[in-house]
T-cell receptor
Framework: DTGVSQDPRHKITKRGQNVTFRCDPI?????LYWYRQTLGQGPEFLTY????????KSRLLSDRFSAERPKGSFSTLEIQRTEQGDSAMYLC????????????FGDGTRLSIL | GENVEQHPSTLSVQEGDSAVIKCTYS??????FPWYKQELGKRPQLIID?????GEKKDQRIAVTLNKTAKHFSLHITETQPEDSAVYFC????????????FGDGTTLTVKP
């Protein structure tokens, strides 16, 4: 399968713990996006990478959230000191650098905070 | 920033009928509009997209129309089948903004056999 893969699929943790998610985009895609989706809502943009450079972060992303894409391939999203409100599906998507191309999504990581 | 509104939030149709979902956007500079289908517990999957230089696009039973002046676009599904039941999301994308998409809140489509 050469699609976008995310790991883990599910994460249950206690409030206050740190969590890290991984995304492996489609190999030839330069652009990588992180979104958050809660029940009954569309995906909300969190951050964007072009190759290894993080070019944009949403104001939704508090300083407890950090994302990296060190070699321009896979990306990680870390949430420190998790809170109840962080419970959501975290989706990763990738697309080619060419404008007007669709984003391809992974299956997401569902985070549940106890 | 861009704001996308999607209607209706739920839609129920009989098998074989047509379904229409409408979205409006706020930023006239948005120029790429994808539609995604998301089944329960699965990833959003692109079903059709349209660029701002085109008014209509069709792919078998699915079509999308775009009215740039009014800043709205619509998804049309004809001859609906039970397997069309899912949540559908529209999105508006400003390609000069790194291709970042703003999504609507989704429409839950139920096709009754």
């Amino acid at each position: 399968d050469t699609g976008v893969s995310q790991d883990p699929r599910h994460k249950i943790t206690k409030r206050g713990q740190n969590v890290t998610f991984r995304c492996d985009p489609i190999s030839e895609h330069n652009r990588l996006y992180w979104y958050r989706q809660t029940l009954g809502q569309g995906p909300e943009f969190l951050t964007y990478f072009q190759n290894e450079a993080q070019l944009e972060k949403s104001r939704l992303l508090s300083d407890r959230f950090s994302a990296e894409r060190p070699k321009g391939s896979f990306s990680t999203l870390e949430i420190q000191r998790t809170e109840q409100g962080d419970s959501a599906m975290y989706l990763c998507a990738s697309s080619p650098l060419l404008d007007g191309q669709p984003q391809h999504f992974g299956d997401g990581t569902r985070l549940s905070i106890l | 920033g861009e704001n996308v509104e999607q209607h209706p939030s739920t839609l129920s149709v009989q098998e074989g009928d047509s379904a229409v979902i409408k979205c409006t956007y706020s930023d006239s500079a948005s120029n790429y509009f994808p539609w995604y289908k998301q089944e329960l517990g699965k990833r959003p999957q692109l079903i059709i997209d349209i660029r701002s230089n085109v008014g209509e696009k069709k792919d078998q039973r699915i079509a999308v129309t775009l009215n740039k002046t009014a800043k709205h676009f619509s998804l049309h599904i004809t001859e609906t089948q039970p397997e069309d039941s899912a949540v559908y999301f529209c999105a508006a994308t400003l390609n000069t903004n790194a291709g970042k998409s703003t999504f609507g809140d989704g429409t839950t489509l139920t096709v009754k056999p």
